[in-house]
């Protein structure tokens, strides 16, 4: 079956740590994002990438970095440098090479917990 | 300020109502999207609209380009559909998701 793959599903971190965090896609879909999911706030964008090898900062870049070296895997790696990184993070992708365009698919999320 | 409210935030059904969740937006859109996030977290897509009426199912999706509102319905609720819905537009530069909040619906046997 196509779709967003994300791991681990869970993951406990000690300060000064960076940990990355897998997405894998298997729909060919050009565009894929990072979002990042807060109690009582709607996803903030955190990188987006358009074409392999190529990807955007979004709102809250910061502490956190991404690659995109094949077109099935957008990994993120949050950095010690995130102040804040207890978090739910949600990977999506979208078939379209435009990004923020037509219909989203996302992942079933990964839950980072900084100890 | 938010591009995107919903409403209500929290939501309490008997099995078999009538809901309506309201969704508002202050942006030119290209395209809105409604969303359904399960207590396990993974969300799914269930609409993209960009004018009238859409269903699949029970479920039915508005909006109204004018007045910048969107309305998703549920009809014959059960207890399944509990799950945080989320309205999240595509802005029409194509620059930008926007996602609301989320409703938080649980319906009781």
């Known amino acids: 079956d196509g779709g967003i793959t994300q791991s681990p599903k869970y993951l406990f971190r000690k300060e000064g740590q960076n940990v990355t965090l897998s997405c894998e896609q298997n729909l060919n879909h050009d565009a894929m994002y990072w979002y990042r999911q807060d109690p009582g706030q709607g996803l903030r964008l955190i990188y987006y990438s358009q074409i392999v090898n190529d990807f955007q900062k979004g709102d809250i870049a910061e502490g956190y970095s991404v690659s995109r070296e094949k077109k099935e895997s957008f990994p993120l790696t949050v950095t010690s440098a995130q102040k804040n990184p207890t978090a739910f993070y949600l990977c999506?992708?979208?078939?379209?090479?435009?990004?923020?365009?037509?219909?989203?698919?996302f992942g079933e999320g990964s839950r980072l917990t900084v100890l | 300020k938010n591009e995107v409210e919903q409403s209500p935030q929290n939501l309490t059904a008997q099995e078999g109502e009538f809901i309506t969740i309201n969704c508002s937006y202050s942006?030119?859109?290209?395209?809105l999207h409604w969303l359904q996030q399960h207590p396990g977290g993974g969300i799914v897509s269930l609409f993209m609209?960009?004018?009238g009426k859409k269903k699949h199912g029970r479920l039915i999706a508005t909006i109204n380009i004018q007045e910048k509102h969107s309305s998703l319905h549920i009809t014959a609720s059960h207890p399944r559909d509990s799950a945080v819905y989320i309205c999240a537009v595509t802005e029409n530069t194509g620059n930008q998701f926007y996602f609301g909040t989320g409703t938080s619906l649980t319906v009781i046997p």
């Open positions: 609209l960009s004018s």
């Open positions: 999506a992708s979208s078939p379209r090479g435009s990004p923020h365009t037509g219909e989203l698919f």
């Open positions: 942006v030119g859109i290209s395209a």
